[in-house]
């Protein structure tokens, strides 16, 4: 009850409703009230498509149980009771009231491609395909001349309403001149300050954007930072290589349903995404506990689905919810097939991670540090700490690490 109240208490005072209330019921009825407002401002703007998402859904064979089934688990995913799934459902509806600018910058487009890219579109996609998407590179009809076009009248039409959401790195070394875009051969750099001057808010989709990625790894000669450092400006960090379709328009959902920025870590990911490490719910992590590791690659440990740890996983030094909601509309996700995680939503992955294969050598077989576990958030560990030091392996499984393999 202690970690709930605190959890509520870190979204409330994020989105600025009153935390000195001790009631849990209390808190809930200012949040509905707070979140009704919201819904009416929404619903006086204009809508920017002709056809309705309830239109859409039914259209792809989506009926209103499924979408309601959607909004519940939506619910469950930022940490809201189910009562506000009518809430959450209404928010999805409205999206197409909130402009969308989408920049690419230094990037390989799998983030878009994590999104956009199901055999049969997921609710997820179709709300994506509902908003309103004043601009995106990928998607776009027009290109050239037409498309800067576009992106100019886009952001002086919508100035200070629309989202901004940016995938991948900003190159500045050279002045900035490794990336330049479209006919005027505009620096990355210089668009993306210019479209984040006036914008409401500002995502960035994906590790490239949020913290540089593989573009900033060592020596990095683009100079490839992350767009917060480029702008100078406040980033939402939606990390990953690439991030679930969930992660992506559940950030979405909660502007859409707050109007506010989430509550965040230490590196600016959204807690309701990124509090808990991939290590903490994974399916394997009760062979860790047990000391059930796959030593190599096809023995008999890894035909038998135990941890990935001893062959180089680093989920329990990454925070996101892969191992819960997994990739390819929830088909599967990169442990489960048998590969062990890359840590690719942590800052510098590249460079700090270490060998794929391997185990990191300089935090091998450490305690949980200051009794920190499975709990622990990168607010509560630190961003040094984070970095430099263990991140919490249990205990008991450094005695099982050690030992030999079993026959």
């Known amino acids: ?134 601009y995106h590179e990928t998607l776009m009809t027009a290109s050239g001349w037409q498309a800067e076009q576009n992106l100019e009248n886009a952001m002086e039409k919508y100035k200070g309403r629309y989202v901004l959401m940016v995938e991948g790195a900003i190159p500045m070394n050279n002045h900035g001149e490794f990336l330049t875009i479209g006919g005027h051969g505009k620096k990355g750099v210089d668009r993306a300050n210019e479209a984040a001057s006036d914008a409401a808010a500002i995502f960035a989709i994906g590790t490239c954007s949020s913290f540089g990625g593989v573009q900033a790894a060592s020596p990095n000669p683009t100079g490839a930072v992350s767009m917060s450092e480029a702008t100078g ?81 680093k989920g329990p030094y990454t925070f996101n919810n892969c191992s819960k909601n997994k990739f390819n509309q929830g088909t599967s996700w990169p442990v489960q097939a048998g590969f062990g995680c890359m840590g690719c939503s942590e800052p510098d992955f590249w460079d700090t991670m270490g060998v794929v294969g391997e185990p990191l050598k300089d935090r091998l077989y450490q305690t949980t540090f200051g009794g920190l576990g499975a709990d622990a958030t990168a607010d509560k560990i630190g961003i040094g700490l984070l970095t430099l030091t263990a991140v919490g392996i249990a205990a008991h499984a450094t005695i099982a690490a050690i030992k030999p393999p079993k026959e």
């Not at 349903?257 to 991939?278: F, I, Q």
């Not at 992590?285 to 796959?294: L, S, T």
Request: a negative charge; hydrophobic letters at 35%; proline letters at 5%.
């Open 1 to 134: 009850m202690e970690k709930r109240r605190e959890l509520l208490t870190s979204m409330f005072k994020s989105n600025g409703v009153n935390t000195g209330i001790n009631n849990d019921d209390k808190y809930y009825k200012q949040l509905k009230i707070d979140l009704d407002n919201r819904i009416e401002q929404l619903e006086k703007l204009p809508a920017m498509h002709d056809v309705s998402l309830k239109e859409s859904l039914k259209e792809k064979g989506i009926d209103r149980r499924d979408f309601m089934k959607w909004a519940t688990a939506a619910c469950a995913m930022l940490s809201l009771p189910g009562s506000f799934t009518p809430l959450v459902a209404k928010a999805a509806e409205l999206a197409d009231r909130l402009p969308i600018i989408w920049l690419h910058m230094a990037e390989c487009t799998g983030c878009s491609e994590s999104l956009l890219r199901s055999e049969n579109p997921s609710i997820d996609s179709l709300i994506f395909d509902h908003i309103s998407l004043e």
């Open 233 to 313: 400006k406040t980033v939402i960090n939606v990390p990953g290589c690439p991030p679930s379709e969930k992660n992506i328009v559940g950030t979405l959902l909660h502007f859409l349903l707050y109007g506010t920025l989430p509550a965040l870590d230490a590196y600016n990911r959204p807690l309701w995404a990124y509090k808990r490490r991939v290590h903490d719910l994974c399916e394997r992590r009760g062979h860790f506990d047990a000391g059930e590791f796959v030593e190599q690659f096809g023995d008999d440990g890894a035909k038998e689905g135990y941890c990935l740890y001893k062959v180089g996983c």
